[in-house]
């Protein structure tokens, strides 16, 4: 463990989807704040290659790698490589996830469904299993963090919009709480954060890239977040500031 305030000693953090969005601020803000970081992407190799190289400018330690995370052989091998490029893993962020085209419940057939489930939940529940394995005090590990990114949709459902994924991120609230419980005598604490309307190319996905200006009029502090406002409370929830913090659910979304 470090201080609070001082910057992380031998603290590794793996990040999924850290190429871009959310992802990839909480990746170029962990790097500042010391730790070596995995940045996980699935398809831009580009993109993942530019938050390594951010890093490395500012004297960081970072090392890109590809890995699908609702796979569990990929999961396997991308925990085995940050084990052997970076060392001891002591923190880890669930962030991959999507959604897909707006629309009704009435309207989702059984593959959206299993491509929701898959990329909101099965990424989280594949990547913290293997984190546990190492950090648990019950495996012989030293402790550790690990931040899950819900959203704001777990609470609001999300209707006309995405009902599936709100109910995947309720999922992955539901698993924070059990997670947070089952660990909370070994060494390891879990929390979630819940984004509100941020600016990222997630809501392409739905058909609307511009969702969040369309929105923010009505929010109630009439704008939407940036990811570098979400990844300064993963930090937090990663770091010894929040120590006495597990199973906690923190809303970042502008007081929606
Ligand atoms: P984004 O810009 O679309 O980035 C998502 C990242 O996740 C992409 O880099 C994507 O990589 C990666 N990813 C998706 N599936 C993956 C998989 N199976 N394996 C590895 N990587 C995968 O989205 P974002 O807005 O930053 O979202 C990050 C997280 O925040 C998500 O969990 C999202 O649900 C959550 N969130 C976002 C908002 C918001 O308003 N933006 C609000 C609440 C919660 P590829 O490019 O390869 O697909």
């Known amino acids: 463990m470090t201080n609070s305030t001082g910057p992380a000693r031998n603290e590794v953090v793996l990040i999924t989807g850290a190429g871009r969005g959310i992802g990839a601020a909480t990746a170029l803000l962990a790097g500042r704040r010391g730790y070596r970081v995995c940045v996980n992407y699935r398809t831009d190799e580009a993109a993942a290659a530019g938050v390594v190289a951010a890093i490395r400018d500012e004297g960081g330690t970072a090392v890109a790698v590809r890995a699908d995370v609702t796979r569990t052989a990929e999961v396997e091998r991308l925990f ?3 084990d052997a490029e970076l060392g001891q893993l002591t923190a880890l962020v669930n962030n991959a996830g999507t959604l897909e ?3 009704r419940l009435d309207e989702i057939d059984e593959d959206r469904l299993n491509r929701i489930w898959a990329s ?3 990424s989280a529940f594949l990547c913290s299993g293997r984190a546990v394995r190492r950090m648990s005090t019950r495996h012989g590990g030293a402790g ?3 931040v899950n990114v819900s959203s704001a949709a777990s609470r609001l459902g999300s209707p006309n919009e995405y009902v599936d994924y709100a109910a995947a991120k309720g999922a992955v609230d539901s698993m924070t709480r059990g997670l947070a419980l089952e660990v909370a005598a070994e060494g390891i604490r879990v929390n979630a954060v819940r984004p509100g309307l941020i600016h990222t190319d997630i ?10 200006d369309r929105v ?3 929010l109630p502090m009439r704008r939407g977040g940036q990811p570098e406002e979400v990844a300064e409370s993963i930090l937090f929830l990663l770091s010894p500031a929040s120590s006495y913090m597990t199973g906690a659910l923190l809303d970042i979304a502008g007081g929606r």
């Open 120 to 122: 909101n939940i099965t």
């Open 144 to 146: 550790g963090a690990i």
């Open 80 to 82: 085995a490589t940050v």
């Open 101 to 103: 085209q707006q629309c």
């Open 216 to 218: 923010a009029p009505d």
């Open 203 to 212: 809501h392409a996905l739905g058909g609307e890239p511009g969702r969040v």
